[in-house]
């Protein structure tokens, strides 16, 4: 069942267990991720970037939606990294069930009104606000944010933020970053930080960039012929460890584009003589739900729907 990000994530965090959020940019990948979900009977949220809406617009909207719907299991559709008020109340027009305003680049006063007034409107329609504060490294949707810029959340900030904010959830800054490169071998993840935060705040945490990267799906990747450099992603202890400290909406993109590209490169490498595309693309969704599944396993949402 379609439902908001509120009504998955709040019993997160009090579950003590995170819930996937899992980008999508076409058929293929949405239907693993739900399906997956069904299988495992997990809560799941399926997230679209603004750059996914600008490829795939209504259209893969609603198919996100329908399968939603149509769903045994709990699933939420989600705007990823909105970088605007406009931004966000056209994701709800087009049927979203939680928008993300990532207005952290801005300074703190600025992300505050800017948070503000999407949760106003946001929370008129019965839709639920994701809101960041702190800089992640690595390549932002919109932002590039180099190391000596990047900067982790202060937990005293974020009480502020929360309170004059009415965001639903919060994003933090604890070390993770966007992409295959999260740092030279396994990336410093700041528990302390994460478990200051989760004493002062009572609202679902999310962490961003925790793609795990895992080497058999970049080596898999090189043998059918990709190119990709030293990748390194969150460590499952890491992950395990957060969501034990009020995390309960956990981010994953890169992990599922490797998944589908190798799915499809492997086709490719294979059977030279195929064009057929259901060949070309469906066997990419096996790759990715054992990814989805792993995953899942691994912040404890599997059994909770
Ligand atoms: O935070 C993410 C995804 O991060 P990854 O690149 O680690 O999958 N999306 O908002
Ligand atoms: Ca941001
Ligand atoms: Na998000
Ligand atoms: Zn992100």
Known sequence: MLVTGKDILVPARAGKYGVGAFNTNNMEITQAIIHTAERLRSPVMVQMSEGAIKYGGQDLANIVIDLAQRATVPVALHLDHGSSYESALKAIKMGFTSVMIDASHHPFEENIHETRRVVEAAHAMGISVEAELGRLGGIEEHVVVDEKDAFLTDPQEAVQFVEQTGTDYLAIAIGTSHGAYKGKGRPFIDHERIEKIEQ??????????????????????????????????????????????????????TDLRLAMTVGVREVLKATPKEFDPRKVFGPAREVMSQIIEHKMRVLGSVGKA
Do not use: C
């Open 200 to 253: 002062l705040l009572s609202i679902p945490l999310v962490a961003h960039g925790s793609s795990g990267v895992p080497a058999e799906i970049v080596q898999r990747f090189r043998d059918s012929g990709g190119e990709i450099g030293d990748a390194f992603g969150i460590a499952d202890e890491d992950l395990q460890r957060a969501t034990q400290h009020g995390i309960a909406k956990v981010n994953v993109d």
